[in-house]
T-cell receptor, first 112, second 109 residues
Framework: NAGVMQNPRHLVRRRGQEARLRCSPM?????VYWYRQLPEEGLKFMVY????????ESGMPKERFSAEFPKEGPSILRIQQVVRGDSAAYFC??????????FGPGTRLLVL | SQQGEEDPQALSIQEGENATMNCSYK?????LQWYRQNSGRGLVHLIL?????REKHSGRLRVTLDTSKKSSSLLITASRAADTASYFC?????????FGAGTTVTVRA
């Protein structure tokens, strides 16, 4: 049973470009969570999704950020018109309902 | 604001020694979890302690929880170089995990 997969592991973008981060949950997990980690800080919750539904996006900036978890395929976190402050590690976690979250290896985004 | 705060921020010990780090939190919890993050990697779930438990062991890890003081501690016994990592406590608010800034542990050979 493969763990949570994230790709790419590293992503470099210039200011104004789009960043698209992918997360494939563990087999059998229908809940996906995205967290952001700034340097020297802990992870901060961004968004919680179930298949085809956004349950809670209270931690996600209102502009430029969006997330989806389609019926088929991975969950996508999309950042439009990236700025330097978006540089961070973005982690995806998955779980069965109300159980321990298992984290992926993260995508490290660097905005030049 | 962060729910969990780890202390100390950084810890350097000799291989074979024990490492203790603490976590304080603000609101009532159902459980508290500890995670490890190796440099540049993802988080690995170490242990979960429920609010009605006072102590829990897993291999060389010992976790305590004092709900009256809203604090938890993680003890790593007989440390190894491979224990070098950052350690985070996390408290769930429904499905959201709130993490502290972590304790960075360096184990010297």
């Amino acid at each position: 049973n493969a763990g949570v997969m994230q790709n790419p592991r590293h992503l470099v973008r210039r200011r104004g470009q789009e960043a698209r981060l992918r997360c494939s949950p563990m087999k059998g997990h229908s809940h996906v969570y995205w967290y952001r980690q700034l340097p020297e800080e802990g992870l901060k919750f961004m968004v919680y999704l179930q298949k085809e539904n956004i349950i809670d996006e209270s931690g996600m900036p209102k502009e430029r950020f969006s997330a989806e978890f389609p019926k088929e395929g991975p969950s996508i976190l999309r950042i439009q018109q990236v700025v330097r402050g978006d540089s961070a590690a973005y982690f995806c976690a998955s779980s069965p309902p109300t159980q321990t979250q298992y984290f992926g290896p993260g995508t490290r985004l660097l905005v030049l | 604001s962060q729910q969990g705060e780890e202390d100390p921020q950084a810890l350097s010990i000799q291989e074979g020694e024990n490492a203790t780090m603490n976590c304080s939190y603000k609101t009532s919890i159902n459980n508290l979890q500890w995670y490890r993050q190796n440099s540049g990697r993802g988080l690995v779930h170490l242990i979960l302690i429920r609010s009605n438990e006072r102590e829990k062991h897993s291999g060389r890890l010992r976790v305590t929880l004092d709900t009256s003081k809203k604090s938890s501690s993680l003890l790593i016994t007989a440390s190894r170089a491979a224990d070098t990592a950052s350690y985070f406590c996390a408290t769930p608010n429904d499905y959201k995990l709130s993490f502290g800034a972590g304790t960075t542990v360096t184990v010297r050979a």
